[in-house]
């Protein structure tokens, strides 16, 4: 019998995959997290305590392999799109998402938004998530993975490589907003104050009244037409 030989980096990458998903290792609270009122979102299973902006018919978003999963459009014929957004409503919070974005990809996190205009992100903020090094157009610093999208960069977020999982935490406190990615701080900024205001009025916000105005809203996974991957996705209330 002829002997196979697998090189070792193949079969790094095999054991790698395999172990990439197990039933039981994500989406779920470790004994510090539940001391600390950490609850689940996602129970890595089914869309419970989810459904889709303004309730449109959707059928881009899924469970796979304990992710949420947001379908890419490139080779999709069905118009049937929108927003993944939680049922219940949070005002001051620290929450944490893992996440991957596909080559090219394009989608964010919104927070503090209602369902009174044609999309969450003209009411609330939005972490963005992009792929900053390979997205075929030129990003602007607000543009950019981590910024609070079209109000405060973060020009000192680093993104694992596409096909990775990275993580991310926004804290809202009384108006009081950081984002952090993968364990440091990018933005750290203040709702409502002459300065905030001046932003929104001065920027992409001219023209959209209600953005910013929510102080207690739904949090969103944006469908952008991507793929992308969520899971460990926790909240506790601050």
Not at 13 to 38: D, H, M, R, W
Not at 75 to 99: C, G, H, M, P, Y
Not at 103 to 124: M, V, W
Request: aromatic share 10%; glycine share 8%.
């Amino acid at each position: 019998m002829k002997r196979i030989i697998i090189p070792l980096a193949l079969l790094v990458l095999v054991i790698s995959a395999a172990f990439a998903y197990k039933e039981g290792t994500v989406n779920v609270l470790t004994p510090a997290e539940k001391k600390q009122g950490y609850k689940l979102l996602f129970d890595g299973k089914s869309l419970n305590g989810w459904r889709t902006y303004q309730n449109k018919k959707s059928d881009s978003w899924s469970v796979n392999k304990g992710t949420l999963y947001c379908k890419g459009s490139a080779n999709d014929k069905s118009d049937l799109r929108a927003d993944l957004i939680t049922k219940d409503q949070f005002d001051n919070f620290e929450l944490s998402v893992d996440w991957i974005i596909s080559r090219e990809g394009n989608s964010g996190i919104i927070y503090l938004f209602n369902e009174t205009e044609k999309a969450a992100y003209l009411t609330g903020p939005e972490y963005q998530i992009i792929d900053d090094k390979g997205f075929p157009q030129k990003l602007e610093d607000w543009q950019k993975t981590g910024a609070n999208y079209a109000m405060d960069p973060a020009p000192t977020a680093v993104t694992k490589p596409v096909g990775q999982w990275n993580n991310t935490k926004i804290v809202v406190n009384k108006g009081h907003v950081e984002h952090w990615l993968n364990g440091k701080k990018i933005v750290d900024t203040q709702m409502w104050t002459p300065e905030w205001q001046k932003k929104k009025t001065e920027g992409k916000w001219k023209d959209a009244p209600n953005y910013g105005t929510v102080k207690k809203g739904h949090i969103g996974l944006q469908d952008h037409g991507s793929e992308a991957w969520f899971r460990n996705i926790k909240i506790r209330t601050l």
